[in-house]
């Protein structure tokens, strides 16, 4: 993990604090600090950063520098220390804190993946403005007892592990979305003969992580899990449900297929239509996950399917086009092959949206 700290070198008590940090912070990661702009811009663009640490507030300089930021693909953390507090934002409000609210000190806030605060009184207040309810607080151990420079480190450290444990799949390299792909067909098949590509190394533990934890938040760990066994794939034993994560506003867990339709059906081709159906109210109120297409998936592996009725039938309630979407979807996201689709995949404008909608489920 690496991190760097863009901090104000003529605030001593800054200063201070992000020297005691990264003092304290030992080998858990590698702390990198800049104060000046030009220097933040070099190291930004020298190497890959997993985090930047935005210290204070009312800096032009910190727009410029968390926008090279996000097109690294660097995630930011802001802590605000007590400045955006009423009796600061009122000081020569006019013309300078309002001004600079608007430019870019609202925009900081609310990009920030963390918000560390450092008492109670600072998370109502910026709770009040409503830019950002992802908070942490963590105790300043230079105006209080309660806390020391270690305890501050490992909790710093603790929020930064989240941040990065959060909507993993931003996150994933290239090859570890096509092995998770592979974990998936095979945990949903059962069998290691419908891989039929080469698998390819997952890089590193991190990668390893990013992996496990999505398939932990989006539900679909025993899937995976079970994929990873049946290719015998070499993979590190991590416990997911003690991994702490951010979640959207409004996060809803997904609700599987079967407990929202139920059982009490006919036939099949009923079953199929009342499951396209719902996922019809889950694309349009931009709910549909991943686990809802593992789920499908494994249903028309599973079941023999009247492909001829089900497709008039499909045209009837006007839901042919989307599930042509949906086949397409899972084609490319959980390996089903082409002879298990009911009608032809259709790769169009909103498929592409559909699918930014499902690895969007966990953007914050």
């Known amino acids: ?67 090279i930021a996000t097109k690294q693909g660097t995630r930011m953390v802001h802590s605000p220390y007590g400045q955006l507090e009423p009796w600061i934002l009122d000081e020569n409000y006019w013309k300078e804190k309002l001004p600079k609210r608007l430019l870019y000190q609202r925009h900081i806030v609310e990009s920030a993946y963390a918000v560390i605060i450092q008492g109670r009184m600072e998370e109502e207040c910026i709770r009040n403005l409503g830019w950002n309810q992802r908070m942490e607080i963590i105790r300043n151990p230079m105006i209080t007892h309660s806390i020391t420079p270690s305890e501050l480190a490992r909790k710093t450290y603790a929020v930064y592990r989240k941040v990065l444990d959060s909507n993993t799949i931003e996150l994933m390299s290239d090859n570890t979305l096509k092995m998770l792909r592979h974990f998936i067909k095979a945990g949903i098949t059962g069998d290691s003969r419908w891989i039929t590509d080469e698998l390819c190394a997952i890089s590193d533990q991190e990668q390893w992580r990013h992996l496990l934890c999505y398939a932990y938040q989006e539900q679909i760990e025993g899937i995976v899990n079970r994929g990873i066994r049946i290719l015998n794939y070499p993979a590190p034993d991590m416990d997911m449900s003690k991994v702490t994560w951010y979640k959207p506003n409004h996060y809803e867990p997904s609700k599987s297929i079967q407990d929202a339709i139920g059982l009490q059906f006919t036939s099949e081709n009923e079953r199929l239509l009342a499951t396209f159906k719902y996922l019809r109210k889950q694309i349009l109120r931009k709910r549909l996950t991943i686990s809802h297409l593992c789920e499908l998936d494994r249903e028309l592996r599973e079941h023999d399917i009247e492909e001829d009725h089900l497709s008039e039938t499909l045209k009837e309630e006007r839901l042919y086009k989307m599930t042509g979407r949906i086949m397409q979807l899972m084609e490319e996201l959980t390996g089903l092959n082409e002879g298990f689709t009911p009608i032809p995949p259709l790769n169009d404008r909103i498929t592409k949206q559909m699918k930014r909608q499902i690895k969007n489920h966990l953007k914050l």
């Open 1 to 67: 993990m690496r991190i760097l700290h863009y901090y104000p070198k003529d605030d001593n008590m800054i200063a201070g604090y992000v020297n005691m940090l990264v003092d304290n912070m030992g080998l858990e990661a590698e702390n990198i600090t800049a104060s000046e702009e030009m220097e933040a811009k070099e190291k930004l663009q020298a190497t890959h950063y997993d985090i930047l640490h935005i210290h204070g507030c009312w800096r032009n300089s910190s727009s410029h520098i968390l926008k």
